[in-house]
């Protein structure tokens, strides 16, 4: 049921976003397409863009660039992942601040063709350590997936370090 689930829901976010693209956009580029073109064309365009998404497994939620999640975990020091941090997220693509005083790391995506970057976050708070992506920028709100892969990688250094 969940991908059936999954499938609808990326489906109405791009008809959505085509059917208004098409529908505010047209008439002010002067074109007068009748409202079932627009629908069709609409319901084409997001079935094509959905099942490609599908096919990597994504869910809905895996396309924006907000992901947010906690763990609960007992005594841990945030510098330990440091070091795996450093060789996951290289330099050269990335950069790296740790707060000492709040126990936070930052780590941030340099722009590339892909993406205008993230910003990861990385906090240990009252036994609990938080995991959140943004965008850098928040007109950038579509992940081209680095956003996700950046969040694989951040949670399976979390699970090495907290098993």
């Given at each position: 049921?969940?991908?059936?689930r999954s499938f609808l829901v990326l489906c109405?976010?791009?008809?959505?976003?085509?059917?208004?693209?098409?529908?505010?956009?047209?008439?002010?580029?002067?074109?007068?397409?009748?409202?079932?073109?627009?629908?069709?064309?609409?319901?084409?365009?997001?079935?094509?863009?959905?099942?490609?998404?599908?096919?990597?497994?994504?869910?809905?939620?895996?396309?924006?660039?907000?992901?947010?999640?906690?763990?609960?975990?007992?005594?841990?020091?945030?510098?330990?992942?440091?070091?795996?941090?450093?060789?996951?997220?290289p330099e050269h693509l990335f950069n790296f601040?740790?707060?000492?005083?709040?126990?936070?790391?930052?780590?941030?995506?340099?722009?590339?063709?892909?993406?205008?970057?993230?910003?990861?976050?990385?906090?240990?708070?009252?036994?609990?350590?938080?995991?959140?992506?943004?965008?850098?920028?928040?007109?950038?709100?579509?992940?081209?997936?680095?956003?996700?892969?950046?969040?694989?990688?951040?949670?399976?250094?979390?699970?090495?370090?907290?098993?």
């Amino acid at each position: 049921m969940y991908p059936l689930r999954s499938f609808l829901v990326l489906c109405l976010f791009f008809f959505g976003l085509s059917f208004v693209g098409e529908f505010v956009l047209g008439p002010l580029m002067g074109d007068d397409v009748p409202f079932w073109k627009i629908s069709a064309v609409s319901l084409i365009t997001a079935i094509g863009s959905t099942i490609p998404l599908q096919k990597r497994g994504l869910r809905p939620g895996d396309i924006f660039k907000y992901f947010k999640r906690s763990y609960i975990v007992q005594d841990f020091k945030i510098a330990h992942l440091i070091p795996e941090l450093r060789t996951q997220f290289p330099e050269h693509l990335f950069n790296f601040r740790f707060d000492e005083k709040r126990d936070r790391i930052y780590i941030s995506r340099k722009a590339n063709w892909r993406s205008f970057g993230e910003v990861l976050k990385l906090e240990f708070e009252e036994g609990e350590l938080r995991l959140s992506i943004r965008p850098k920028y928040y007109i950038d709100l579509l992940d081209q997936g680095q956003a996700h892969e950046s969040l694989l990688k951040l949670e399976e250094i979390i699970q090495t370090y907290t098993a």
